[in-house]
């Protein structure tokens, strides 16, 4: 079961600098050695459902060792068939433009 989950997760007792919690995250999913793609907003990652709630498991542990209040968001979508989707889904959209974009 293929899936992409975006999340993004923050603590919201710790002032406006979140970089150094965001780091810590993604410091996860990077050793993970899941396809991901970080934006502004959040983290997109690849895999079967199991292998990527574990990412977002470990990262919510990982925030709660010292933070007491933690907001979450999850984003997921299931499509049966390979994986690959990380790039394929822009790269149909690309292919509709006509051309590339800058992402």
């Given at each position: 079961m293929s899936v992409l989950l975006e999340f993004s997760m923050s603590p919201f007792d710790k002032g406006?600098?979140?970089?150094?919690?965001?780091?810590?995250?993604?410091?996860?999913?990077?050793?993970?050695?899941?396809?991901?793609?970080?934006?502004?907003?959040?983290?997109?990652?690849?895999?079967?459902?199991?292998e990527v709630m574990a990412v977002v498991t470990a990262c919510f542990e990982r925030m709660r060792e010292d933070c007491n209040r933690i907001s979450t968001s999850v984003r997921i979508d299931y499509r049966a068939g390979p994986g690959g989707r990380l790039q394929s889904k822009i790269d149909s959209i690309e292919s509709n433009l006509g051309r590339k974009l800058s992402t």
């Open positions: 406006e600098s979140l970089g150094p919690y965001v780091a810590r995250s993604l410091d996860i999913v990077d050793r993970s050695g899941l396809p991901y793609r970080l934006t502004p907003m959040g983290t997109v990652i690849e895999g079967e459902w199991d």
